[in-house]
């Protein structure tokens, strides 16, 4: 009878042992899936930070790399356009001369004109001099979009166009858009807003790049904006291979991609996510397999700090 007693004691002290140890076992998992979130959530945004970090330092090495040398070529261009304005201006003179020289100094200078073919230059270094502009102007305007995209100088949020934005991003890109990947513009009348340009534009370039992955051959890419006297939107719509209903709630989870190994990280959509949410606002994804997808950021016109104080 004792003995049974010991026994049945033993197995209730294992029981309870047992218990406990479950217990702690669960306590352990939920602690390492908290760890694991937390983990995950440093890592995106270490990346995110990395990245604009880096396109930061890009824009900034480029602005003093470009600039420099594209201010003594303009300088250059300027001068040269006088120098060649001067020797035209001596060419009509001599031109206006013509009564006033002798046959034979005449029929040199014809012989030389014609030799030279002096109409064919004076109109070939016109066009010449405005092409050269023309190619410093395009310098110009991707260094400016590239510091646009990055806002090096931005350390806080500002009022800011998201239409501008929007068109810096696309410069971005433009280089790995297919040639039959048609741009479609509706933009409708939206305020400024205050905001992290920086960041906005990086959901913009996520979102864009997703939307050039998801299009083969002859695609099409609509960006759409729009207001309230709450909310601005932004619409990224494709008319590419769309995403099944069974994966679109996951599209916005970390490493979650459905394209192939080693084709992307998983983490773009994931980390536009994060930014629109940090700006009070949401993304909302309507996408139908084999016809496209579209993405709408909205986002509140009031900044997180003024609805705080609310």
């Known amino acids: 009878m004792k003995e049974n007693e010991q026994l049945i004691q033993t197995v209730l002290t294992l029981n309870q042992e047992l218990a406990d140890k479950q217990r702690e076992l669960v306590r352990a998992n939920r602690a390492q899936a908290r760890l694991l979130k937390k983990l995950e959530d440093t890592q995106s945004q270490l990346l995110q930070s990395e990245k604009m970090a880096s396109i930061g ?5 480029i602005a003093h790399e470009i600039n420099n040398p594209i ?9 040269m356009g006088e120098y060649i304005n001067d020797i035209l201006s001596v060419l009509d003179a001599y031109t206006a001369a013509e009564t006033m020289l002798s046959p034979s100094a005449l029929a040199a200078i014809k012989r ?6 002096i109409p064919y230059l004076r109109e070939d270094s016109q066009q010449l001099l405005n092409e050269s502009r023309d190619g410093l102007r395009r310098v110009r305007d991707i260094v400016q979009n590239l510091k646009y995209f990055s806002q090096i100088d931005q350390a806080s949020e500002q009022m800011a166009d998201l239409h501008k934005g929007l068109e810096s991003t696309l410069q971005i890109i433009q280089s790995t858009l297919s040639p039959d990947t048609l741009i479609q513009r509706e933009y409708g009348k939206i305020p400024l807003l205050q905001c992290h340009l920086a960041e906005i534009n990086q959901v913009f370039l996520n979102l864009l790049t997703n939307a050039t992955q998801a299009i083969s051959g002859q695609g099409l890419i609509t960006l759409r904006t729009g207001s309230d ?15 099944p209903p069974e994966l679109q709630s996951r599209v916005f989870e970390p490493f979650f991609t459905t394209r192939p190994v080693g084709s992307g990280t998983g983490l773009g959509l994931s980390l536009a996510w994060k930014i629109i949410s940090d700006h009070g606002g949401h993304i909302v994804l309507n996408s139908t397999p084999d016809q496209g997808s579209l993405f709408r950021i909205c986002l509140p016109l009031a900044s997180p700090e003024s609805r705080a104080q609310q």
Request: proline share 0%; charged share 25%.
């Open 57 to 61: 330092q890009l824009a900034a090495g």
């Open 71 to 79: 201010a003594f070529v303009s300088a250059n261009l300027r001068t």
């Open 112 to 117: 030389l004109y014609q030799e030279r073919d």
């Open 229 to 243: 006297k709450n909310w601005v939107w932004i619409d990224i719509e494709d008319n590419g291979c769309g995403i």
